[in-house]
């Protein structure tokens, strides 16, 4: 190999070495690095390893020297904590499946030292959530924004889980046509906000139920409701976080609740049938107020069963509400 091509192979392999190999913990002293670049095939003494350093220095690296212990990479595209950051949002993400956040994280892994790899899975605690089931919400995302960019309607398949956990279709699989305005995460998951032209109105679709995304050269129509629409709303349909004590309680639903029931527990959740046009579940969760809220919410559809404490806890709930409605009640005072 002529001696400028070695030369450049060095100094390649001199700085994977050190942004793979090193960190402020795991420094590689002059002796080290020798050893590393010639099991790697290529001649390096200690001088010229010295003098490949100061040459990356010069051209903007941060190399570090701890005297006594040897050379690592400092300043980096993004820092441990950062890092941390990064994956936590990425495997915390309802909307992202996990084998799409196994990849992302092990990109991010790339971005750093391999010591500092292993304390970024460390940080993954939250794996046990419940993630999105549909793998192709990522790209899902990717082709609505460069339809929006290029001012084109969109067209998808929408589907929900009935009661055997299976995807049904809506619309009688006919294609949905909209024209795409906004994405906007709420509640942990992401909602295409677009234009219906058939019905005139703005309205909002589950990223993760919707497949088949393909872009049309119609242009996008409601441009002007649009810009009236108040987008803000959207974000303030969170789903309040209430601490409780945590108990496994029991639902009795009716079958066209099942696509609810697996939208907040997740597909692994056991649906019993029971009579003719009901199931049973079994589900852990934090028994509070906003609980409650949730299960009233959806009307006679599901009923609280058991445990005990959580069924007396729910009339609690309903009576004090009753009493604020009441005769009595601070809505029929006044004149």
């Known amino acids: 190999m002529p001696k400028t091509n070695h030369q450049k192979a060095k100094l390649l392999a001199l700085l994977r070495l050190l942004f793979y190999e090193s ?127 290029e001012n084109r309607q969109i067209t998808f398949s929408y589907f929900r889980y009935n009661v055997r956990r299976e995807k049904e279709l809506r619309h009688n699989g006919r294609l949905y046509r909209v024209s795409p305005y906004a994405l906007l995460r709420s509640d942990e998951n992401y909602y295409l906000i677009a234009y219906d032209s058939r019905s005139g109105e703005i309205r909002h679709y589950r990223v993760d139920k919707m497949s088949g995304i393909g872009r049309t050269e119609r242009p996008r129509d409601g441009m002007e409701a649009y810009r009236t629409f108040d987008l803000a709303r959207y974000a303030q349909l969170q789903f309040g976080m209430f601490r409780g004590p945590e108990q496994t309680v029991t639902l009795r639903c009716r079958d066209e609740m099942a696509d609810v029931i697996i939208d907040r527990f997740g597909k692994e959740i056991a649906l019993v049938p029971e009579e003719e046009g009901w199931f049973t579940c079994a589900v852990n969760v934090m028994v509070s107020p906003q609980f409650y809220g949730w299960l009233f919410g959806l009307g006679g559809g599901v009923q609280l069963t058991a445990p005990r404490s959580a069924v007396e806890g729910m009339r609690r709930q309903l009576g004090a509400a009753a009493a604020l409605y009441g005769p009595q009640g601070a809505g029929e005072s006044g004149g």
């Open 23 to 149: 960190d402020e913990r795991h420094p590689l002293s002059g002796p080290r690095l020798v050893q590393m670049l010639r099991a790697q095939g290529i001649a390096a003494e200690r001088k010229s390893v010295y003098d490949d350093l100061e040459v990356l220095r010069g051209r903007g690296y941060d190399i570090q020297l701890e005297r006594g212990r040897g050379y690592f990479l400092g300043g980096r595209l993004f820092q441990l904590a950062e890092l941390k950051l990064l994956v936590d949002a990425v495997q915390s993400s309802k909307f992202i499946t996990g084998r799409k956040s196994a990849e992302l994280i092990s990109k991010l892994e790339q971005l750093t030292s391999r010591a500092q790899a292993s304390g970024l899975q460390r940080q993954v605690f939250v794996a046990g959530r419940v993630k999105s089931m549909n793998e192709s919400v990522y790209y899902n995302i990717d082709a609505i924004h460069e339809a929006i960019g």
